[in-house]
């Protein structure tokens, strides 16, 4: 994780939503299409947030249903291998 001195932490969260919801999801501010091989019929964004602790998962969920305000109906799925948090 890259840190910025001051005690907080970069996390890069890879999700994925059904193809359906891309364009919707895309207009959310702080979401980065990107292109990933394995879709499976879904479209892949990176999400980059600031946090003070590492690992934090409970914060990455909170923060990204805060963010889907617009588009809670959609099924998003985060991709915690892929991701550094």
Known sequence: ?????????EQIIIF???REWAD??????GMKPIEIGDDHGRSFFEWRNWTIRQGDDE???????LAF???LDCDWIIDWVKSTY
């Open 16 to 18: 994925s939503v059904d």
């Open 1 to 9: 994780m890259k840190s910025n001195g001051f005690g907080s932490f």
């Open 24 to 29: 919707t999801v895309a207009q959310i501010p």
């Open 59 to 65: 914060g990455v969920v909170w923060y990204l249903t």
């Open 69 to 71: 305000k617009e588009a």
